[in-house]
Structures are given as C-alpha cells and as structure tokens.
C-alpha cells in the first residue's frame, strides 16, 4: 500500500460569510502539489465557530458542498471540512469527506460543545464514519470529539471499525491549547494510528482567539508536522510501512477491551 500525502490549510475564517471563505480557501489551494491525496479544512470552514445555526445553515448538496466537490476534482484529492447543514428537521456541525469522483460522506459531529451552546443549535450525530481511501482506513471526527477516547478508540484489524488514520479538524481556542496538543498526541499512541489535527487561527466573531497548533503523528507518537500558529498551506506524508511495522512488531489493539457504545 501507498503513503498518504497530506494538506492541512490552517488559515483564518471570515465570520459568518461562506462565499469569501470558499474563495479564500480556493486561493491558498491554487498552487496545491498534484501529488496531494488528503486536503484538510477547519471545523466550520465556511462560517466560523457560529452558533447562528438556523441563518447560516446550508441544505443538503447545496452550494458549499457543490464547491467542494468541484475542488476535489479540480486537484483530484479528497477534501475534509464541516459546516452547517439541515438535513430534515435538524442542524448538524457536518464533516463531509468528498472525494473528485463528486461522493461525498458525512459525518455529523457527535460530541457538541455545550459550554459554547452548540447542542442548543445543533443536533448531535450517532455514527462514526470510516472512509477507504487510495490503501487508507480514515476516520474524521470534529473538534470537542477528541476529547472523549471511547467514542474515537481504534478497533483491531478485520474489524469494519478499524482505521490507520484519525482526522480532526476543529476551532480550538488558544487558552486550551496545551490540552490539543496532548490530546492528539495520546489518541494516535493509544490507538496506533496516526493522528492528524487542523485548527484555525486568528480572532472570530465571538472574539476568541485561535493559535493553530495543527499537528501531525506518526502511529507511534513521532512528531511529523507542527504548523504553530503560521497561516498557510503546510503538507506532509504518512508512511505506511513504518505504520504496518509497528503494528506487527507491538500489536496492541487485539488486546484491547471490548466494548460498546449505546
């Protein structure tokens, strides 16, 4: 299997404003290496952290999604990014992981951050989403998720739960910081997989303050990627033979605990 070139856009968002964000993001993409598998965005890419949910919400296959799907071609890489989306009667902080043949898989973010009102805005999800791509299991998952290591546990190969990378991408507010970066660090170690985290900087309209941090891990905890609190496009490539090394030379997973999620 092939290694997993990556792209993570750690950039600033315009509040509330999805048409100068997906001309923003389609600029810093322009000059994108062709050798790109993987293309990140920040949680809520197109609005900001906003919890004005019934204003701002697209609908399902509208025009933010439309885009990036467009993009995806455009750079024949898939891109991962959420913003808001009704679907039916409800709201979701929505994942959607497009790939340049026009798919495009959802994940609504399960954990919201009750703290910042989401879940009075928000529905919350209840299924991950495990996506096949180019020799790759990947798992995203949103901000507030990586908090909670039940809900993002590996399972051992064989499994349909199993993945060999986890995702995040998020709005992570520079006081917490210290805890982003510890947190990404212990998810990719205790479920020997790499782990990938894209954050925004900058200042939104709430007037939080954003110090990036994005980070990239090796399965065995090797640092291959800090962006600090730099805007800009910052690439990097997973390896998968180191990956498959590890694991066969330390397998853990088969001795973890079984368990279930109601």
């Known amino acids: 299997m092939s290694d997993l070139h990556i792209a993570m856009v750690q950039s600033e968002l315009a509040w509330e404003d999805a048409a100068a964000n997906r001309e923003h993001f389609e600029r810093a993409l322009e000059d994108l290496p062709r050798e790109i598998?993987?293309?990140?965005?920040?949680e809520m890419f197109s609005t900001g952290f906003s919890m004005n949910a019934e204003v701002l919400a697209e609908p399902v296959d509208g025009e933010t999604e439309t885009w990036l799907k467009a993009l995806a071609s455009e750079h024949d890489a898939a891109i991962i990014g959420s913003l808001p989306?009704?679907?039916?009667?409800?709201?979701?902080?929505?994942?959607?992981?497009?790939?340049?043949?026009?798919n495009a898989q959802r994940y609504d973010k399960h954990h919201l951050f009750t703290i910042a009102g989401e879940h009075e805005n928000y529905a919350a999800g209840d299924e991950r989403l495990v996506v096949d791509w180019r020799g790759w299991?990947?798992?995203?998952?949103?901000?507030?998720?990586?908090?909670?290591?039940?809900?993002?546990?590996?399972?051992?190969?064989?499994?349909?739960?199993?993945?060999?990378l986890m995702a995040i991408v998020a709005n992570w507010p520079d006081k917490r910081a210290h805890h982003w970066r510890a947190l990404l660090l212990a998810r990719a170690i205790e479920n020997q997989?790499?782990?990938?985290?894209?954050?925004?900087v900058g200042t939104d309209g709430n007037?939080?303050?954003?110090?990036?941090?994005s980070l990239a891990?090796?399965?065995?905890?090797?640092?291959?990627?800090?962006?600090?609190?730099?805007?800009?496009?910052?690439?990097?490539?997973?390896?998968?033979?180191?990956?498959?090394?590890?694991?066969?030379?330390?397998?853990?997973?088969?001795?973890?605990?079984a368990f279930s999620i109601d």
């Open 37 to 42: 598998d993987l293309v990140l965005l920040p």
């Open 85 to 102: 989306v009704r679907d039916s009667d409800n709201i979701y902080n929505r994942l959607l992981f497009v790939t340049p043949d026009g």
């Open 137 to 164: 299991r990947i798992c995203p998952m949103v901000c507030y998720d990586l908090r909670f290591p039940v809900w993002m546990r590996n399972r051992p190969q064989g499994d349909p739960g199993h993945y060999d």
């Open 193 to 200: 997989a790499c782990c990938v985290g894209l954050n925004r």
């Open 207 to 213: 007037n939080l303050n954003y110090s990036g941090d």
């Open 217 to 257: 891990y090796a399965a065995d905890g090797k640092l291959l990627l800090d962006c600090e609190d730099r805007a800009g496009v910052f690439t990097t490539t997973l390896e998968r033979e180191p990956l498959d090394t590890y694991r066969s030379k330390f397998p853990l997973l088969p001795d973890s605990d």
